[in-house]
T-cell receptor, first 111, second 113 residues
Framework: RKEVEQDPGPFNVPEGATVAFNCTYS??????FFWYRQDCRKEPKLLMS???SGNEDGRFTAQLNRASQYISLLIRDSKLSDSATYLC????????????FGTGTSLTVIP | NAGVTQTPKFQVLKTGQSMTLQCAQD?????MYWYRQDPGMGLRLIYY???????DKGEVPNGYNVSRLNKREFSLRLESAAPSQTSVYFC????????????FGPGTRLTVL
């Protein structure tokens, strides 16, 4: 079983739509959670960290549900520039202390 | 600041050849990492260096070696390349360990024939 699982999509949404991605992780000892964004043939870049209380950054909201072992990313008022692959990242501190990346969810925002 | 730089950007090798991928960061970060990214697999950690002078294996270390040359530089060596090592390789760095943001280099696209 993969440590981190995401729906690969693709999600094709019109401009202005709201879209949500979920990511599940297998190890309840996971400590840190992140969403990274990766544009086609580019390197991943941090979008936002995910805190227990949930956090918001402009049009982006991240939530963590430890009981159900999933994190979510909500994008409101989608822009064309939001088209990218979104990677869920989980840190497992009790298994060699490393990041595990999901395979990513592809988003295309359509004019 | 250039951030994290990697060389080369592209490389084609024949099976059995060796090569070293170079990575350097100018952010005075302590921790550095090497990942590979394959379709449908996500990024997987090959090796990491928590601080200068230390290196540790990640999820997929077989067939690779690393050297933390100094605080700035972390190289990845393929001693005898195999087609299964065809991938995109990313180097990353963070200020301290696993709770900090990782900053990635632009990647090296390696093909092994």
């Amino acid at each position: 079983r993969k440590e981190v699982e995401q729906d690969p999509g693709p999600f094709n949404v019109p401009e202005g739509a709201t879209v949500a991605f979920n990511c599940t992780y297998s190890n309840s000892a996971s400590q840190s959670f992140f969403w990274y964004r990766q544009d086609c043939r580019k390197e991943p870049k941090l979008l936002m960290s995910v805190y227990s209380s949930g956090n918001e950054d402009g049009r982006f909201t991240a939530q963590l549900n430890r009981a159900s072992q999933y994190i979510s990313l909500l994008i409101r008022d989608s822009k064309l520039s939001d088209s990218a692959t979104y990677l869920c990242v989980v840190n497992l501190m009790n298994t060699g202390n490393q990041f595990y990346f999901g395979t990513g969810t592809s988003l295309t925002v359509i004019p | 600041n250039a951030g994290v730089t990697q060389t080369p950007k592209f490389q084609v090798l024949k099976t059995g050849q060796s090569m070293t991928l170079q990575c350097a960061q100018d952010m005075n970060h302590n921790s550095m990492y090497w990942y590979r990214q394959d379709p449908g697999m996500g990024l997987r950690l090959i090796y990491y260096s928590a601080s200068e002078g230390t290196t540790d294996k990640g999820e997929v270390p077989n067939g690779y070696n690393v050297s933390r040359l100094n605080k700035r530089e972390f190289s990845l060596r393929l001693e005898s390349a195999a087609p299964s090592q065809t991938s995109v390789y990313f180097c990353a760095s963070s200020e301290w360990g696993w709770t900090d943001t990782q900053y990635f280099g632009p990647g090296t696209r390696l093909t092994v024939l």
